[in-house]
């Protein structure tokens, strides 16, 4: 069992930064793949970001790529995403989410433990 908690979230002009946590619980957590995904009003859930268990892979999406850098600190059983050049379509909910498969997943349903999500607010 892993519970996942979110923070840094907040309100932010375009063109600023952010650094999202996610303290991950339990004893198994350098076992799973972590993920990041967001969600907007009236919008699916979209992938962001995903890191391997071991932290030597990692993925983004196309539209984040060379603005988000993610990471993960086992010792501390954290996971960060650093979110860099802000625009107002990057304004979501963000949640971090566990999976235990072979392959690092980039879609929700492959995901088997989520946080509560933290709000990321961007003005222009």
């Known amino acids: 069992q892993v519970q996942l908690v979110e923070s840094g979230g907040g309100l932010v002009q375009a063109g600023g930064s952010l650094r999202l946590s996610c303290a991950a619980s339990?004893?198994?957590?350098?076992?799973?793949?972590m993920g990041w995904f967001r969600q907007a009003p009236g919008k699916e859930r979209e992938f962001v970001a995903a890191?391997?268990?071991?932290?030597?892979?990692?993925v983004y999406w196309d539209s984040v790529k060379g603005r988000f850098t993610l990471s993960r600190d086992t010792a501390k059983n954290t996971m960060y995403l650093q979110l860099n050049g802000l625009n107002p379509e990057d304004t979501a909910v963000y949640y971090c989410?566990?999976?235990?498969?072979?392959?690092?997943?980039?879609?929700?349903?492959?995901?088997?433990?989520w946080g509560q999500g933290t709000q990321v607010t961007v003005s222009s």
């Open positions: 339990g004893p198994t957590f350098s076992r799973y793949h």
């Open positions: 989410a566990a999976a235990r498969t072979i392959v690092l997943p980039t879609t929700p349903v492959h995901y088997d433990y």
């Open positions: 890191i391997s268990w071991s932290g030597g892979n990692t």
